[in-house]
């Protein structure tokens, strides 16, 4: 492919962000969603307006006027996004998130009819509960982590009980915290279960079943599932031996974090990405 001259510019109101587009401009227009990083995707955004898009990413928990963590945050931050990008030109709009980007991604392509694509990297199935505080300054008790027209989606809260099983000091997998919740709160599964039946984009799933975050290659079963069953398109990527953080073709190694493990493999992660991207790029552009 030629390369492809990409102009940007920096978001400051109303969120932080970036905007970066083929200089000639692009009918296909991306949201890029980071996970609990809460980072604006730079060279995700870079990546995809190289390929001829107009890509945009956005800080939507942490920054004037947010809550300070994924606590009820507005789903209408992203339904606004898509406004910007149809501003910009884009006649097919996507949104690329991952892990808790990916949640928010799945959701408001239920809501917003005018989202065609979404790509989910490390999805979950289901609503979960706050990461980190809201408004307010408090974490607990649980709250959604989302809301739509002013009113908390059902979610599903946390077990405080678990304690992880590598508690050293170092860095922990905290999965089984989101394994042992799901049975301690079965109850409330079905009704913090993602509609994506509902949803009229195609949607592309990759996850990897070494994450060491959550069950995320359950989870894109139990998605693509679901789509299967309404007669809706989908595509599942996987790789067993990948983690909790696909890279694309391009993009920098992830940094090891002194927190969390997030599992797989430098090697098995870019494979992963490798794998999906060429799936990622024909989703996006509609061909």
């Known amino acids: 492919m030629r390369a492809v001259e990409v102009v940007e510019r920096e978001l400051t109101d109303p969120w932080?962000?970036?905007?970066?587009a083929p200089a000639r401009g692009s009918r296909v227009g991306v949201l890029v969603l980071a996970g609990s990083s809460g980072r604006v995707e730079r060279e995700r955004v870079r990546l995809l307006a190289g390929q001829g898009m107009t890509a945009v990413s956005i800080r939507w928990f942490g920054g004037p006027g947010q809550p300070p963590g994924i606590c009820e945050v507005p789903l209408e931050t992203f339904t606004a996004a898509v406004d910007l990008l149809r501003a910009n030109g884009a006649e097919?709009?996507?949104?690329?998130?991952?892990?808790?980007g990916a949640e928010a991604a799945l959701l408001t392509s239920v809501h917003d009819p005018r989202v065609d694509a979404v790509v989910a990297l490390s999805p979950t199935s289901r609503i979960w509960c706050n990461v980190g505080p809201g408004r307010d300054g408090a974490a607990?008790?649980?709250?959604?982590?989302?809301?739509?027209?002013?009113?908390?989606?059902?979610?599903?809260?946390?077990?405080?009980?678990?304690?992880?099983?590598?508690?050293?000091?170092?860095p922990v997998a905290i999965r089984?915290?989101?394994?042992?919740?799901?049975?301690?709160?079965?109850?409330?599964?079905a009704a913090a279960d993602i509609p994506v039946e509902r949803a009229r984009a195609d949607l592309l799933l990759v996850a990897g079943g070494d994450d060491a975050m959550w069950p995320s290659l359950p989870f894109a079963e139990q998605l693509a599932a679901r789509r299967d069953a309404a007669g809706a398109p989908v595509r599942l990527i996987a790789r067993r031996d990948a983690g909790h953080r696909p890279r694309l073709p391009g993009e920098s190694p992830a940094q090891a974090s002194p927190?969390?493990?997030?599992?797989?493999?430098p090697e098995a992660d870019a494979l992963l990405g490798a794998a999906a991207w060429p799936h990622l790029l024909d989703l996006l552009r509609g061909t």
């Open 140 to 170: 607990r008790p649980y709250r959604s982590s989302w809301t739509w027209r002013q009113r908390p989606l059902p979610f599903v809260p946390l077990d405080d009980s678990w304690t992880p099983a590598d508690s050293d000091g170092g």
């Open 259 to 265: 927190r969390f493990r997030y599992g797989g493999t």
């Open 16 to 20: 932080e962000g970036i905007v970066a």
């Open 92 to 100: 097919r709009v996507g949104i690329l998130g991952t892990s808790k």
């Open 176 to 189: 089984g915290w989101y394994e042992l919740s799901e049975r301690t709160f079965a109850h409330r599964l």
